[in-house]
């Protein structure tokens, strides 16, 4: 790592858990201080940082977190911080206690912070840490799959009292900004549909092949809805397919017991190098940037195109916005956002020829 001269550097978890915070938090603590500079915890995300809730860590402070799921440096809503006068207050935070950077690990909400942060001088650089998968800019985010194997080991338990009662279950998982966990825990758990507004859906179609199955003497169904389909569409559903199939059909919302568990794996390993990798940057001087996973390889984006690609893929601009956006990043924008959508559809794609 370059030599660029911190007192000391902050960490802080924001916005949703997901499993993989802690071996992340785990492995910029290290990073930092094997640099030889001080690490310094904050607790509750920026709310911590505004009321100077924070320790410095030692090696031992991290020791045996890399199983567990959750943050070890807790999480809180701050309103506070989304006015001048509480961001004034965490960059006051910081001058007193000498953090001359910050690694913020969370969501959009964090990124938006760490921006904040950053435009008022002090350095900051986001990792994606939600187990939705809804960060746009990056391939994937930390707890993805962990909370895909929750899902997973939820839904195989239903299937098997579906199967003895020749039941079906019409399941809600987590996902309000991307419909990722549905489509991939669907596609595991060898659901009859997914539903995610990505995906066109029709429930008369749904209908008719659960009807030819039943015909085929299936005796259990298995639907995975997003949370992205809206309030109350999930309960509809679930009242239309025993209406309309005669077939005895259950509602069950999986909820936040999705954020929970030891993380995976791939959310240790992945986090580990997200960690690394903005630790690295920072050293070199960078920052206003987020860590993402293009393709497999962990690399760095603006975190303002970021945000605005964000938003951009998920129809939140307006065309005035998208108007004001330079040409060459507007071109870019179009091409991630055509990549990311035929990936999506692709995996769709197979459900469509392997379900029934």
């Known amino acids: 790592m370059a030599n660029q001269k911190f007192r000391r550097i902050g960490i802080l978890t924001s916005g949703g858990d997901a499993p993989g915070m802690n071996p992340c938090f785990r492995a910029i603590t290290r990073a930092i201080l094997s640099n030889g500079t001080e690490a310094m915890g904050i607790r509750r995300g920026y709310k911590g940082l505004i009321d100077n809730d924070m320790k410095l860590l030692t090696d031992r402070d991290v020791s045996n977190i890399i199983n567990i799921g959750g943050t070890s440096l807790y999480s809180d809503r701050c309103l506070e911080f989304k006015t001048e006068e509480g961001m004034q207050k965490a960059v006051q935070t910081c001058r007193e206690n000498k953090i001359d950077g910050i690694i ?3 969501g959009d909400g964090t990124f938006r912070g760490a921006r904040d942060l ?3 001088g002090i350095p900051c650089i986001g990792i ?3 187990i939705d998968n809804d960060i746009s800019s990056t391939d994937y985010t930390i707890g993805f799959d962990t909370a895909l194997n929750t899902v997973v080991q939820m839904v195989d338990r239903l299937r098997d009292t579906c199967e003895s009662h020749a039941r079906c279950d019409v399941v809600e998982v987590m996902g309000n900004g991307s419909g990722y966990l ?3 825990s669907g596609i595991a758990v060898g659901a009859t549909e997914i539903i ?3 995906i066109p859906f029709s429930e008369d179609a749904l209908i008719e092949k659960m009807l030819e199955s039943k015909r085929n003497h299936k005796r259990n169904f298995i ?5 992205n389909m809206g309030a109350g569409f999930t309960e509809t559903l679930t009242k239309n397919v025993q209406e309309r199939t005669g077939i005895e059909t259950r509602y069950a919302r999986l909820s936040h017991v999705q954020r929970g568990g030891s993380p995976t794996h791939k959310d240790r390993m992945t986090s580990s190098l997200m960690a690394f990798k903005a630790v690295e940057l920072l050293y070199e001087g960078k920052s206003n940037l987020v860590i993402r996973d293009n393709g497999g390889k962990i690399e760095s984006l603006d975190i303002s195109f970021a945000l ?3 938003k951009y893929y998920k129809g939140k601009f307006t065309e005035e916005q998208i108007a004001k956006i330079p040409e060459k990043d507007l071109k870019l924008m179009e091409e991630m956002a055509k ?3 035929e990936q999506f559809m692709e995996v769709y794609r197979v459900n469509s020829v392997i379900s029934n």
Do not use: C
Request: a neutral charge.
């Open 104 to 106: 913020a690990i969370g």
């Open 118 to 120: 950053t435009d008022r």
């Open 128 to 130: 994606p840490a939600t």
């Open 182 to 184: 549905a489509l991939h």
């Open 196 to 198: 995610s507004k990505e």
């Open 223 to 227: 639907i995975v809805v997003s949370e």
């Open 308 to 310: 605005d690609f964000d």
């Open 339 to 341: 990549k990311r959508r």
